[in-house]
C-alpha cells in the first residue's frame, strides 16, 4: 500500500495500434468541454468542491488516510486541515472497515461525511458498511434514516499497481439499490457532480481517475461559482454526431473523443455521451442518441460480464432494438486480473483504435 503513495503518475501510455478491447492514455481532446477560456485541474476541481461546501456547512467533514497533515495521497485534500482543523478532518488508521463504520455512524447522527479511499480497491475491505450498513437504511428504516455520506476516491486502473489495485467497482457499486454512483471525467465533471454527492440526502459513491487528477480542463464561470451543481442522473452529450453513438464514462471519455476526431476524418460523424451518473443511468439520453444514430458503441474500462456497459445495451434493446442497423459493439478491459507488466496492461486494457475499428463495423466501414 505504501507503493501507491509514491505512484502519482498523471498520464498513460498510448500503446497503438493493439487489439480490442484494450488500452492505456489518459490523453484529453483538445476540444472544448466548457463555455469560458479559464482551465482547471481535476484534482483542484474537486480540492475547491470539497472546501466549499465545508465552508457551506458546518455538517461536511473529511475522513480518511492521510487526508490531513500528509493533504491527502493524491492532494485533494490539500489545505483542508489547516483551515477546518482536526475536528473537520480526520486522520484514520489503516482500517477502512473502521472508519468506513465510524462515517455511517456519523451520517445516521445527522453528520456529512466525505469518506476518502486511497484507492477504491481497499473499499473492499468496508464493502459491509457501504451496502449493509449506507445503502440499506433508507429503506429498512421506512424512510426514517438518510445516510448523507460519501465515499471517494481513485478507481479503475492506474499505472503498473497490478491486479490488487486496478480494478474498476462501478458495475460493483451501481448493482446496489440505495446507492448513486457517480464518474467524472472533466474538471467541471468532478467539481459540478461532487458537490451534488455532498448535497445528497442519500449514500454517494463517487469514482475518480487517478491519471485524470492533473489534467486541466476548460471550465466555465458558472462551474466557479460556489453554487453550481451538476443534476445526479443526467449524462452529457459531449460531442454531437449522426452516425453512430459512442457511450462511455471516466477516462475513456477522452479516448471516445479522441477516437471521434479519427472517425470524423473518415467521414463517419460520432456522438460521444459522458454518462457522468452510473447510478442513476440517464436511459432517455442514451436512447435518444441511439434512435438518431442508430448504430451503438460503448466503452468501459471494468470487466465484459455484468459490466455497466452490459446493462446500457440491454437498455438499449429493450427500448430502441427496432431502431437499430447494426448489432451493438461492446469494448471492455479484458476478462482477466490486471497484468503488471506495462505492455500486458495496455493490452488488457481499452484504446483510442479499438474505439474507432468498433464504430467502423457499426457503420460496416471496416476494411
Given at each position: 500500500?505504501?507503493?501507491?503513495?509514491?505512484?502519482?503518475?498523471?498520464?498513460?501510455?498510448?500503446?497503438?495500434?493493439?487489439?480490442?478491447?484494450?488500452?492505456?492514455?489518459?490523453?484529453?481532446?483538445?476540444?472544448?468541454?466548457?463555455?469560458?477560456?479559464?482551465?482547471?485541474?481535476?484534482?483542484?476541481?474537486?480540492?475547491s468542491a470539497i472546501d466549499e461546501e465545508m465552508s457551506a456547512d458546518p455538517k461536511v467533514f473529511v475522513m480518511?488516510?492521510?487526508?490531513?497533515?500528509?493533504?491527502?495521497?493524491?492532494?485533494?485534500?490539500?489545505?483542508?486541515?489547516?483551515?477546518?482543523?482536526?475536528?473537520?478532518?480526520?486522520?484514520?488508521?489503516?482500517?477502512?472497515?473502521?472508519?468506513?463504520?465510524?462515517?455511517?455512524?456519523?451520517?445516521?447522527?445527522?453528520?456529512?461525511?466525505?469518506?476518502?479511499?486511497?484507492?477504491?480497491?481497499?473499499?473492499?475491505?468496508?464493502?459491509?458498511?457501504?451496502?449493509?450498513?449506507?445503502?440499506?437504511?433508507?429503506?429498512?428504516?421506512?424512510?426514517?434514516?438518510?445516510?448523507?455520506?460519501?465515499?471517494?476516491?481513485?478507481?479503475?486502473?492506474?499505472?503498473?499497481?497490478?491486479?490488487?489495485?486496478?480494478?474498476?467497482?462501478?458495475?460493483?457499486?451501481?448493482?446496489?439499490?440505495?446507492?448513486?454512483?457517480?464518474?467524472?471525467?472533466?474538471?467541471?465533471?468532478?467539481?459540478?457532480?461532487?458537490?451534488?454527492?455532498?448535497?445528497?440526502?442519500?449514500?454517494?459513491?463517487?469514482?475518480?481517475?487517478?491519471?485524470?487528477?492533473?489534467?486541466?480542463?476548460?471550465?466555465?464561470?458558472?462551474?466557479?461559482?460556489?453554487?453550481?451543481?451538476?443534476?445526479?442522473?443526467?449524462?452529457?452529450?459531449?460531442?454531437?454526431?449522426?452516425?453512430?453513438?459512442?457511450?462511455?464514462?471516466?477516462?475513456?471519455?477522452?479516448?471516445?473523443?479522441?477516437?471521434?476526431?479519427?472517425?470524423?476524418?473518415?467521414?463517419?460523424?460520432?456522438?460521444?455521451?459522458?454518462?457522468?451518473?452510473?447510478?442513476?443511468?440517464?436511459?432517455?439520453?442514451?436512447?435518444?442518441?441511439?434512435?438518431?444514430?442508430?448504430?451503438?458503441?460503448?466503452?468501459?474500462?471494468?470487466?465484459?460480464?455484468?459490466?455497466?456497459?452490459?446493462?446500457?445495451?440491454?437498455?438499449?434493446?429493450?427500448?430502441?432494438?427496432?431502431?437499430?442497423?447494426?448489432?451493438?459493439?461492446r469494448i471492455a478491459g479484458a476478462d482477466v486480473p490486471m497484468p503488471y507488466a506495462a505492455n500486458l496492461e495496455?493490452?488488457?486494457?481499452?484504446?483510442?483504435?479499438?474505439?474507432?475499428?468498433?464504430?467502423?463495423?457499426?457503420?460496416?466501414?471496416?476494411?
Amino acid at each position: 500500500r505504501e507503493k501507491m503513495w509514491g505512484i502519482l503518475r498523471q498520464r498513460g501510455i498510448d500503446g497503438g495500434g493493439l487489439s480490442l478491447r484494450r488500452t492505456r492514455s489518459a490523453s484529453v481532446s483538445a476540444r472544448s468541454y466548457a463555455a469560458g477560456s479559464k482551465e482547471m485541474t481535476v484534482r483542484d476541481a474537486l480540492n475547491s468542491a470539497i472546501d466549499e461546501e465545508m465552508s457551506a456547512d458546518p455538517k461536511v467533514f473529511v475522513m480518511g488516510e492521510e487526508v490531513g497533515q500528509y493533504q491527502g495521497a493524491y492532494k485533494i485534500t490539500k489545505g483542508l486541515l489547516e483551515k477546518y482543523g482536526p475536528e473537520r478532518v480526520y486522520d484514520t488508521p489503516i482500517t477502512e472497515a473502521g472508519f468506513t463504520g465510524i462515517g455511517v455512524g456519523a451520517a445516521y447522527a445527522g453528520l456529512k461525511p466525505v469518506v476518502e479511499f486511497m484507492t477504491f480497491n481497499f473499499s473492499m475491505q468496508a464493502i459491509d458498511h457501504i451496502i449493509n450498513s449506507a445503502a440499506k437504511s433508507n429503506y429498512m428504516s421506512a424512510g426514517q434514516i438518510n445516510v448523507p455520506i460519501v465515499f471517494r476516491g481513485p478507481n479503475g486502473a492506474a499505472a503498473g499497481v497490478g491486479a490488487q489495485h486496478s480494478q474498476c467497482y462501478a458495475a460493483w457499486y451501481a448493482s446496489v439499490p440505495g446507492l448513486k454512483v457517480l464518474a467524472p471525467y472533466s474538471a467541471e465533471d468532478a467539481r459540478g457532480l461532487l458537490k451534488a454527492a455532498i448535497r445528497d440526502p442519500d449514500p454517494v459513491v463517487f469514482l475518480e481517475n487517478e491519471l485524470l487528477y492533473g489534467e486541466s480542463f476548460p471550465i466555465s464561470e458558472e462551474a466557479l461559482d460556489s453554487s453550481f451543481c451538476l443534476p445526479i442522473g443526467k449524462a452529457k452529450i459531449e460531442r454531437q454526431g449522426k452516425d453512430v453513438t459512442i457511450v462511455t464514462f471516466s477516462k475513456m471519455v477522452g479516448f471516445a473523443l479522441k477516437a471521434a476526431e479519427k472517425l470524423a476524418e473518415e467521414g463517419i460523424s460520432a456522438e460521444v455521451i459522458n454518462l457522468r451518473s452510473i447510478r442513476p443511468l440517464d436511459r432517455a439520453t442514451i436512447n435518444a442518441s441511439v434512435r438518431k444514430t442508430s448504430r451503438l458503441v460503448t466503452v468501459e474500462e471494468g470487466f465484459p460480464q455484468h459490466g455497466v456497459c452490459a446493462e446500457i445495451c440491454a437498455s438499449v434493446v429493450e427500448e430502441s432494438f427496432s431502431y437499430l442497423d447494426a448489432p451493438v459493439e461492446r469494448i471492455a478491459g479484458a476478462d482477466v486480473p490486471m497484468p503488471y507488466a506495462a505492455n500486458l496492461e495496455r493490452l488488457a486494457l481499452p484504446q483510442v483504435e479499438d474505439i474507432v475499428r468498433a464504430a467502423k463495423r457499426a457503420c460496416y466501414r471496416s476494411k
